[in-house]
């Protein structure tokens, strides 16, 4: 279940229902709009034939469509629904993605209207951070950070495969168009949340988390908090 809300376009939502049928064969839409207030049932499902059934989790809204996270999905079975066209679409992942196996996706969001994946090369101690191009053909590298050398920098000591392991991306925020040098990325390292320049790549402890070691536990992270 998803909602896909824009007030700028939009005064109206819409309420997305995906659900397998009866021999979990195909998936199935229903939409509420809160203009018609009425339930539609769409024509167009997909084909669970393949016997790979997508993980609709960690899904954002974007310029009409709602995406959800690759992580955990098969190279092939990786989709959006589009609301403009009432429609799934297939998506591809970058080509690194699918060949490279000492490369992990570590993060999927959106942020100013841009789709986000970021992957870790470990053999390269980098992290690559891709923006899906606007129509959803390809993916480009956006930003690169040497992480290991920054995080050798940071703790003034070695940093190794077992460091990267606990690393976690929390979150990436695009800065507006006549602001993209404020663009960054927040880390959580082992008890310490880090904020990164994705362009000058300079970086600073945001803060310390005082509880207990949270490895192996996955972190949500929330951008709009009430204050």
Request: aromatic share 12%; hydrophobic share 35%.
């Amino acid at each position: 279940m998803g909602l896909a809300y824009n007030t700028i376009e939009s005064p109206h939502y819409k309420v997305v229902c995906i659900y397998q049928n009866f021999d979990r064969s195909r998936l199935n839409v229903q939409i509420y709009s809160s203009d018609t207030k009425r339930w539609k049932i769409l024509d167009d499902t997909l084909d669970l034939s393949n016997n790979h059934v997508p993980f609709l989790t960690r899904g954002v809204y974007m310029n009409g469509g709602m995406y959800w996270s690759p992580i955990n999905n098969p190279i092939d079975s990786w989709y959006c629904f589009k609301l403009d066209i009432e429609k799934f679409k297939k998506l591809e992942l970058p080509s690194s993605m699918k060949k490279a196996c000492s490369t992990s996706v570590r993060y999927f969001g959106e942020s100013c209207g841009y789709l986000h994946l970021a992957e870790m090369d470990r053999l390269k101690g980098c992290l690559y951070v891709y923006e899906m191009m606007h129509d959803c053909s390809d993916w480009v590298v956006k930003y690169e950070v040497e992480i290991v050398k920054l995080m050798v920098e940071f703790h003034k000591s070695v940093w190794c495969n077992w460091c990267i392991g606990r690393l976690e991306i929390l979150d990436i925020v695009r800065g507006e168009e006549q602001e993209e040098e404020n663009t960054f990325m927040v880390l959580k390292c082992c008890r310490e949340i880090i904020g990164v320049n994705l362009l000058d790549k300079s970086f600073n402890k945001l803060f310390d988390i005082v509880t207990r070691d949270t490895y192996g536990r996955t972190m949500e992270s929330h951008r709009y908090v009430a204050i």
